[in-house]
C-alpha cells in the first residue's frame, strides 16, 4: 500500500487513534509538534482538500469540531490551529488530504506560521478578488438556474 494515511485506516500500520466515525479518523502524528496534535483524515484516500465532495467537508468538519473540543478540555492549550495544504509547493508530504489539530501554548517551539511580509501586491489582490467575485457570482447563478 502506497499511502500511510490508507494503511492505517486499513489496520496495516500503527497508530495512536483517538477517534473515529464510519467515514473519518483522527490519530496522533509519529512525530507530533505539541502535546495533542491530532490528524483527522477520510478514510477513503482523496489526495487533498480541493479534491473534497460536500459531504465530505461535511463529515471531516464534524471530527475536527469533535476532536478540537475534546482537545480543549483534555490538554487546555491556550490557542489552536487547524491546518491543511494541497500540493507539495504547499508543502504537503503524504498525498492524502489531513487536517492538523496543534493545541498551542506561548513559546510551544511551533513557531509562525505566516511570514512578516506581504507577498502579494495590491494591485494583485485586486484583481484576483475581481476575478473570484465573477466567477463565484457565476457559479452561484448556475446553482440557482440549473438547466
Known amino acids: 500500500m502506497d499511502c500511510p494515511f490508507c494503511a492505517i ?12 466515525t464510519a467515514t473519518t479518523l483522527a490519530f496522533f502524528p509519529k ?25 465530505q467537508w461535511l463529515e471531516l468538519g464534524d471530527t475536527i469540531h469533535t476532536v478540537s473540543g475534546a ?26 488530504v489531513h487536517f492538523h489539530v496543534v493545541p498551542r501554548w506561548k513559546h510551544d517551539g511551533f513557531g509562525d506560521l505566516w511570514p512578516n511580509q506581504n507577498l502579494s501586491t495590491q494591485a494583485e489582490r485586486k484583481a484576483v478578488a475581481e476575478a473570484l467575485r465573477s466567477k ?12
Open 136 to 147: 463565484l457570482n457565476k457559479e452561484a447563478l448556475a446553482d440557482r438556474n440549473p438547466q
Open 31 to 55: 512525530e507530533g509538534t505539541t502535546n495533542g496534535h491530532t490528524l483527522v483524515i477520510p478514510k477513503q484516500h482523496v489526495p487533498n482538500f480541493l479534491e473534497l465532495h460536500s459531504v
Open 71 to 96: 482537545l480543549r478540555e483534555v490538554v487546555e492549550p491556550k490557542g489552536m490551529n487547524l491546518i491543511t495544504s494541497a500540493g507539495e509547493v504547499a508543502t504537503q508530504t503524504i498525498m492524502h
Open 9 to 20: 485506516v486499513e489496520k496495516l500500520e500503527p497508530a495512536e487513534i483517538v477517534y473515529e
